[in-house]
Structure formats: C-alpha cells, structure tokens
C-alpha cells in the first residue's frame, strides 16, 4: 500500500495548477491520500478556490492519471473546501519557486 501511495504522489506531482507554474502536490491541493488493502485509493482534493477555471477538468484529470498507475483498483476522488487552502499549505520548495 505505501508503494501504491507513493506511486500516487509521484503522478500526482506530474499535474500543474494552470496559472501557477508548481505542481498539485507541492502547492497543498492535495489534502488526503489513502490506499485500502484491495489498492483503493481515496484523495481529497481542493482548489485554489471556488471559481477556479480549472474546477471541472482538474479533478478528473487527477483521478484518470491516478487510474492509470498500475496496481491501482479504483479511485474516489472528493472535492472538499474545508479547510480552505492557502498559500500556509504550500511546501517550502512550492514557496521557494513563487518567491513567497
């Protein structure tokens, strides 16, 4: 299972934020990632807010890539706004990149 997550990671961190030049993983979008014994994978995910231009498409395009990864038996993903992201749930290195 850990194998199966950090395979998930890496795919996930191949997925950019559209008008910010840092990866999904790296920017905090991603608030869960759990795989169940069957390689199940659950993701909560959220955006950078609520009229995101990409709020339609960038969801799926995390679960079709996460599908993709091998071993993987199925993905539910779930759009959350609780808690809110802000620029505190970015990595240091996401920082690093904007200058923040």
């Not at 934020?17 to 869960?32: A, F, M, R, S, T």
């Not at 169940?36 to 498409?57: G, I, R």
Request: hydrophobic share 40%.
């Amino acid at each position: 299972m850990i194998v199966i997550k950090d395979k998930v990671i890496e795919e996930i961190k191949k997925i950019f934020d559209p008008e910010i030049p840092v990866n999904i993983y790296e920017l905090g979008l991603i608030y869960k990632i759990e795989v169940d014994e069957k390689n199940k994978v659950d993701l909560d995910m959220t955006l950078t807010s609520p009229n995101c231009p990409v709020a339609e498409s960038l969801p799926n395009q995390v679960k079709e890539s996460v599908k993709k990864i091998e071993g993987v038996t199925d993905v539910n993903l779930n759009l959350v706004w609780e808690p809110p992201w802000d620029k505190d749930k970015m990595s240091e290195a996401a920082k690093l990149e904007l200058n923040l």
